[in-house]
Structure formats: C-alpha cells, structure tokens
C-alpha cells in the first residue's frame, strides 16, 4: 500500500513536471512567434 502510494505520488510530480515544462516551452514559442 505505501509502495503505491508513493509510486503514485511520484508518477504525478513526473505529470507535473512535464506538463509544467511544456506549458513553459509553449509560452516561450508563443511569445519569440509574436515578437518576430
């Protein structure tokens, strides 16, 4: 149970940071996009 519990939480800070750091390259390509 603690096993999953924490494989869990792990795979949803990996979600997190993937998600976050797409998030952060979209934005990024959007706004050099809008400049140029």
């Known amino acids: 149970m603690v096993t999953t519990l924490?494989?869990?939480?792990?795979?949803?800070?990996?979600?997190?940071?993937?998600?976050?750091g797409f998030g952060c390259g979209l934005v990024a390509w959007g706004a050099r996009r809008g400049r140029g």
Do not use: A, C
């Open 6 to 20: 924490k494989w869990r939480f792990e795979y949803d800070l990996n979600t997190l940071v993937i998600l976050f």
